[in-house]
DNA sequence: TATTGTTATACTCTATAACTATA
DNA sequence: TATAGTTATAGAGTATAACAATA
């Protein structure tokens, strides 16, 4: 097919190697199979993080979350009415300062959560397929530092 | 910091090891500093990518670049404006076709080009710099495979 | 005075439709 | 009829400004 020219122009052009071009397209390829897949949830990427932040054990105020995901707090607004819309969270007073809420997961939103990610991890492993472990904890772990979180790893 | 609390909520949601999570925020981090290095040049990656394909051996058509570039052949159509208005690149009639521009880039595209190539070498260089050689290449083809871009393999 | 959540609005990036000139 | 390039426009995603309630 055609595909084999044009990924020999890419790498004759120089920007097969250049890691701003090369990660700005395996971002847009994973993205789309993953919207593809959370999809089937009714979720968007923003939803499903969302989600998963309400799941958290310490439960976030909607300004954690908006900091957390990097995402305008007047953002987060049209996102959590709609996931409240299905009863998969739930908005609810601070008892310290009655200007934040805080946000719960319902437990049909833990269900749906679990579901998702158990569908995510599926398409995780299937894109990181032809790697070993080894080479898979290398790539998170350099993904991870690219996306400047440091997370303390203890592998064992 | 309280970075520290971030990431740990990130990884406590199970969003540190999901790969469409780690990669969007990657992108996200590197092409600030991409947009940041080519900012210097007076370049958009838009530009600097048309730029590094003019620079080709094998000059391509707009459709080409187009192709190649998942981009719309009518935001092309600007990018080359401005290209073309600092005299970086040419459009030239093709001889078989003379629906179709040929991109050439000039003398001083090739230059400005080469200029922002080491910049970006240097700034691929400090991304990795925490890896070795065999661990970068193992990044690098792991983001080709993931963005469907397969150079070295030819099979047949 | 500053902050949380909210609304309305503006801006940017990208996709779509229609046009011209060639094939 | 179909295609390359162009223009104008519409849409999605994101950022900005102003507001009410609370600190």
Redesign the pocket.
């Known amino acids: 097919m055609n595909d084999n020219h044009e990924n020999l122009m890419l790498k004759e052009a120089g920007l097969a190697t250049e890691v701003g071009f090369v990660i700005s397209r395996a971002k847009t390829q994973v993205l789309k199979q993953v919207d593809h897949v959370l999809e089937g949830f009714g979720f968007?990427k923003?939803h499903y993080a969302v989600l998963a932040l309400a799941c958290s054990v310490e439960a976030p105020?909607?300004?954690e979350i908006?900091t957390y995901m990097r995402?305008?707090?007047?953002?987060?607004?049209r996102i959590?009415?709609e996931l409240e819309g299905q009863e998969l969270v739930r908005?609810e007073r601070s008892a310290h300062?009655?200007?934040?809420?805080i946000i719960q997961a319902t437990d049909s939103g833990h269900q749906r959560r679990t579901e998702a990610s158990m569908a995510l991890q599926q398409l995780n492993d299937n894109l990181l397929r032809h790697l070993g472990e080894t080479q898979r904890q290398l790539l998170i772990g350099a993904l991870l530092h690219l996306a400047e979180i440091e997370v303390q790893v203890e592998q064992r």
């Open positions: 968007t923003h105020s909607q300004r908006a995402l305008d707090p007047s953002r987060l607004v959590l009415d908005r300062d009655r200007r934040t809420w």
